[in-house]
C-alpha cells in the first residue's frame, strides 16, 4: 500500500521552498520557481519553468498556478509569483525530466493502482484509511471512532445527491451544520485549533466528534422526512439539523461548565498530549458518549 503522505513531507523539508496560505480555502500553496530549482537543479529556475509552460501542448501547465506576492529570495523585494497546490505540483514533476523526480512520479503510479484497486473493491479504501491513521501514531479506538464520523458524512452526502444539489455545494451545506452546531464556523474552528490543511475532524476532540455527527445525522433524517430539493431547501434541513447538535452542545456545557469547542488539537502527539490538556474530567465526559 503506497504512502500518500510521501509528497507534503518531502515539499516541507525543504525550508527554502516559499509557501503561503490561500486564505479562503485554508491550503497551502509553494513556490513554483522553488520547487524546480531543487528537483531539476537548472542554471535558471525562471527560465527552465518558462521554457517547461512554451512546452506544454495541452497548456496545462499554464491553468494550474495562481499568483501570490512573495518576497524575492535574493533582492527581497515582494513580487507576484505563481504558485501552486499540491495537486498542481504533482503535475509539474511529472513533466520535469529528473532523477530527484522520479520518487514523486512512482508514487503517483503507486496512487493511480490504489484507486483502481479501491473502485473494484471498496473496501480496500476502508483498509488504506486505517492504515495512514496508523503511521499517524492513532489508536486504533481513535481510528474507528473517526471512520465512524466518516461513514456518517458519507451517508449525509449520499442524500444530497439525489436532491438536485451540485457537488461544488456540499462544502456549503456542511459549513452550515457546522455553524448551526458549534456557533463557529468550519475555518474559524480550524484556526482556534492552528490547522490550515489539516482535516478539523481528525482534531476534534471526541465530544466534539459526537455532537457534530449528530447534527449531520439529524440533517439527513430531516433531509430525507421532508424531501428537500435543491440547494435552499437542503440548506434548510441543514439548519434544523444543527439546531439539534447545538441543543445537545449546550445542554453538555451547563451540565459540565465548560465549552465542547475546543482548541485542542492532535498535531503533536496525537493521543497523549490532548488527554493532558483535555483534563481527566473532560475525558471522562468524552467516555461516557
Not at 525530466?97 to 503510479?109: I, N, R, T, V, Y
Amino acid at each position: 500500500m503506497t504512502n500518500s503522505l510521501l509528497p507534503i513531507e518531502e515539499f516541507e523539508q525543504f525550508e527554502s521552498i516559499r509557501r503561503v496560505e490561500n486564505t479562503e480555502t485554508g491550503e497551502t500553496y509553494f513556490a513554483v520557481v522553488d520547487v524546480v530549482d531543487i528537483l531539476a537543479e537548472p542554471k535558471n529556475a525562471g527560465e527552465y519553468w518558462r521554457t517547461m509552460k512554451n512546452r506544454d501542448d495541452s497548456k496545462v501547465l499554464r491553468t494550474i498556478c495562481t499568483k501570490f506576492s512573495m518576497r524575492h529570495q535574493k533582492t527581497g523585494r515582494m513580487l507576484q509569483t505563481e504558485c501552486a497546490n499540491i495537486e498542481g505540483l504533482l503535475r509539474i514533476i511529472q513533466s520535469i525530466p529528473s532523477k530527484k523526480a522520479e520518487p514523486f512520479k512512482q508514487w503517483l503510479a503507486e496512487v493511480g493502482r490504489d484507486r483502481l484497486e479501491e473502485t473494484a473493491d471498496p473496501a480496500k479504501a476502508l483498509l488504506r484509511a486505517r492504515e495512514l491513521y496508523r503511521q499517524k501514531g492513532y489508536s486504533n479506538e481513535w481510528i474507528s471512532k473517526r471512520l465512524k464520523h466518516s461513514e456518517v458524512r458519507e451517508s449525509l452526502i449520499a442524500e444530497w445527491q439525489q436532491r438536485n444539489i451540485d457537488e461544488s455545494q456540499f462544502e456549503e451545506l456542511l459549513d452550515t451544520i457546522a455553524q448551526e452546531t458549534f456557533d463557529i464556523s468550519t475555518a474559524d474552528h480550524k484556526k482556534l485549533k492552528g490547522l490550515t490543511d489539516e482535516n478539523l475532524q481528525d482534531h476534534m476532540t471526541d465530544v466534539e466528534m459526537v455532537i457534530g455527527m449528530l447534527g449531520e445525522v439529524a440533517t439527513a433524517q430531516i433531509t430525507s422526512a421532508s424531501d428537500a430539493q435543491g440547494l435552499e431547501e437542503s440548506k434548510d434541513a441543514a439548519k434544523r439539523g444543527g439546531a439539534i447538535g447545538r441543543n445537545a452542545r449546550k445542554e453538555i456545557e451547563e451540565q459540565t461548565g465548560r465549552p465542547v469547542v475546543s482548541g485542542v488539537n492532535y498535531l503533536e502527539a496525537p493521543e497523549e498530549e490532548v488527554r493532558k490538556q483535555l483534563g481527566d474530567g473532560e475525558s471522562e465526559e468524552e467516555s461516557k458518549l
